[in-house]
């Protein structure tokens, strides 16, 4: 099976990519780095962590990557991102075209793929507006009611899962000096983890608490010293709690070393799949060893409360329920080695791909 993987990065990893990958002069070389880098390697298909000659993976958004393999496949350096894709499908001889980046490559691109593509997948967790997803074979996704709603839109939707990275086996085997982790986005839109926030950001006088925030540009502007001076602003500026032990966001393996120094990795949902829960960072908290405290809700297989990892009800529950596993940590250790070894057995990548292939198989 000759597969081909897009997928996109977020505006806040560019930078930090451009800096890993400033010495790469070749579409390989810097895909190479990215890869190394883990920035969302639970998505990636086996082939592709395994570096198969059958399988070709892409950043379709990454300008500087898909200009380098234009200009050394002779196109011109106006060549759009849809074209430029287009011919790494048709140069691969692509069979099974999977995209973690429909948003962006929807229905209409779709349309145009080459005759040698014979089945198309796409990952969407996530509400999409008025996304048009219905010339793909089907939409993957871990979020019931999410894929509910692209049935609703006509699109065939199927269950599917993350994988843990192998990888995270090499970390989280030591003494982890951080008591509360968060990584995460903030802006206004994230209202109900905001809050959760405050709340757990008043730890940090007694335990060692760690935010490392991807604040929106609205944010950031409100915090400025010229947004101080503007009207309108206030809403978007981080509670002070907050602010005071913010950091900036991490990612790949720099994120996996922090995980792996936490005794506990704070989650909060924004309320995007209803009661759904199982979000990548479940997966990525689980997988390097910190135990998972998270809001209530409908967890996947092996996230269960109680047995392998927390979880809290309102807001205001969150701290309470950080301190007493904190109390108890001995006890709670155990209840994350647990869920580290769950997520082991069950979501593995050779587990991921024998279902991806049987989807495929099944359209």
């Known amino acids: 099976m000759r597969v081909f993987q897009n997928s996109g990065i977020y505006a806040s990893y ?19 780095v990215f890869l190394a880098d883990r920035f969302g390697a639970l998505h990636f298909l086996k082939p592709v962590i395994d570096g198969e000659n059958t399988a070709f993976f892409t950043n379709g958004d990454d300008e500087v990557m898909q200009r380098l393999w234009a200009r050394e496949n002779g196109l011109a350096s106006n060549t759009s991102f849809e074209d430029i894709l287009l011919a790494q499908i048709e140069q691969h ?16 691109f779709v349309r145009k793929l080459p005759g040698c593509v014979r089945t198309t997948l796409c990952w969407r967790a996530a509400p999409s507006g008025s996304a048009d997803l219905t010339a793909y074979g089907a939409v993957l996704g871990n979020f019931p009611s999410i894929l509910a709603a692209w049935r609703n839109k006509g699109c065939r939707a199927e269950l599917f899962f993350p994988a843990l990275d192998p990888v995270m ?34 730890l940090s006088s007694a335990y060692e608490v ?42 790949g393996r720099r994120f996996y070393e922090l995980l792996g120094a936490s005794k506990i990795a704070l989650n909060g949902a924004i309320d995007m799949a209803g009661t759904d829960r199982g979000n990548m960072r479940c997966f990525e908290a689980m997988g390097c060893g910190a135990l998972l405290v998270s809001d ?64 495929v198989g099944s359209i």
């Open 14 to 32: 560019l930078p930090y990519l451009n800096q890993l990958a400033k010495s790469a002069r070749s579409f390989e070389e810097r895909r190479d």
């Open 93 to 108: 001889r692509t069979e099974v075209f999977y995209n973690l980046d429909p948003v962006r490559f929807p229905s209409t």
């Open 169 to 202: 086996s090499e970390y989280g085997h030591g003494e982890r000096p951080i008591d509360v982790l968060f990584v995460g986005g903030y802006s206004r839109h994230h209202s109900a983890r905001a809050k959760t926030l405050e709340q757990v950001a008043a």
């Open 210 to 251: 760690a935010f490392h925030l991807d604040s929106s540009r609205l944010t950031r502007l409100a915090e400025s010293k010229l947004g101080r001076l503007l009207p309108g602003l206030g809403k978007h500026r981080r509670p002070p709690a907050v602010a005071m032990i913010a950091r900036p966001p991490v990612f």
């Open 296 to 359: 209530d809700g409908n967890y996947p297989p092996g996230m269960t409360p109680g047995v392998t990892i927390e979880t809290y009800g309102a807001a205001e529950l969150a701290a309470p329920t950080i301190s007493q596993a904190l109390a108890n940590w001995p006890r709670l250790a155990e209840i994350a080695a647990h869920g580290r070894d769950e997520l082991n057995r069950t979501y593995t990548k050779p587990r991921q791909w024998r279902d991806f292939v049987d989807l």
